[in-house]
């Protein structure tokens, strides 16, 4: 009798330690980007989102994306492109959970006009919050918050540290806006988010940056005068990014949070950090997949 066994026993391919999947790749001008907006694979598993800007429910739909294991909340800082899907997005991974949901918030601190994370997380689902059915809508629901330090001259903390995956974050300067930068490691590999950041706070994000293996920076003015003046004060112009880039030795740099005037003159900024930086540009897009470290 013969046996046949079947011709193709290849290995399934390799997954890349981390995966970032582009939600939203523009900022608070409606023109066809969704608001900031990542979810992380670790280990080709979505675990994590950062950020939830406006239009991060509708393309995790479009992507058919596993809400499963997202349990981890990365919150650059409180403007409403980065977080005005975020209530969507509960609402999105309770509709698709067999059990109780522990999430897990980090967010910056408040001042101003802007609350700490943990207060606007009340404000949203908290028992007096503007959703407040939300917390039992589709799954039971609790939300563990910690705000971080926003002082510039605040230490660089480890925020989750668990089977190889590794969160930590530092303070940026965003105008009046607390405003922190994560980076993501897991075997070896490592992905930075810079958020939005003026350039008083680069020497923290090259710090944090060091050897990351892909950068994703917000670019989202040109170099002066390019741009109106009062936005350099929030954003930091890509010869800066550049030179950042360089400082921190980072492998390679996807730009994001793109502005029309930026979308419309990639070839200056391109130049422009090119004259610092020899590692890979790439410019962001909605839906894009980036596999790091495979
Ligand atoms: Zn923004």
Request: net charge negative; with cysteine.
């Amino acid at each position: 009798m013969v046996i046949s066994f079947p011709v193709c026993l290849r290995a399934a391919p390799a997954k890349p330690a981390l995966e970032v999947v582009v939600l939203g790749s523009g900022g608070p001008r409606a023109f066809g980007r969704a608001g900031s907006s990542y979810i992380v694979l670790v280990g080709g598993r979505p675990r994590i989102l950062l950020d939830a800007g406006p239009g991060a429910f509708l393309r995790i739909g479009e992507l058919d994306l596993d809400l499963d294991k997202v349990d981890t909340v990365l919150l650059t800082h409180l403007h409403i492109d980065h977080s005005g899907d975020l209530a969507a997005f509960f609402n999105a991974r309770a509709l698709t959970s067999d059990g109780p949901i522990g999430y897990r918030v980090f967010g910056p601190d408040g001042a101003g006009l802007f609350p700490k994370t943990s207060r606007f997380v009340d404000l949203l689902v908290g028992g007096d919050g503007a959703f407040a059915y939300q917390k039992t809508f589709g799954a039971q629901e609790s939300f563990t918050v910690r705000d971080l330090a926003i002082s510039l001259d605040s230490a660089r903390t480890t925020i989750v540290d668990e089977d190889g995956l590794a969160v930590e974050e530092i303070a940026t300067h965003h105008g009046d806006c607390p405003s922190v930068a994560y980076r993501i490691s897991y075997k070896s590999v490592v992905v930075v988010f810079s958020g939005d950041m003026d350039a008083s706070a680069l020497p923290n994000l090259v710090q944090l940056a060091k050897n990351a293996d892909l950068l994703i920076f917000n670019c989202a003015v040109l170099d002066p005068p390019g741009s109106p003046e009062q936005l350099y004060g929030l954003h930091t112009p890509p010869k800066k990014i550049g030179e950042a880039a360089r400082k921190s030795e980072v492998k390679s740099l996807l730009l994001s949070h793109l502005a029309p005037d930026v979308e419309g003159q990639k070839d200056a900024v391109r130049k422009s950090i090119r004259a610092s930086f020899a590692g890979s540009v790439t410019f962001a897009s909605d839906r894009m997949r980036v596999p790091v470290g495979k």
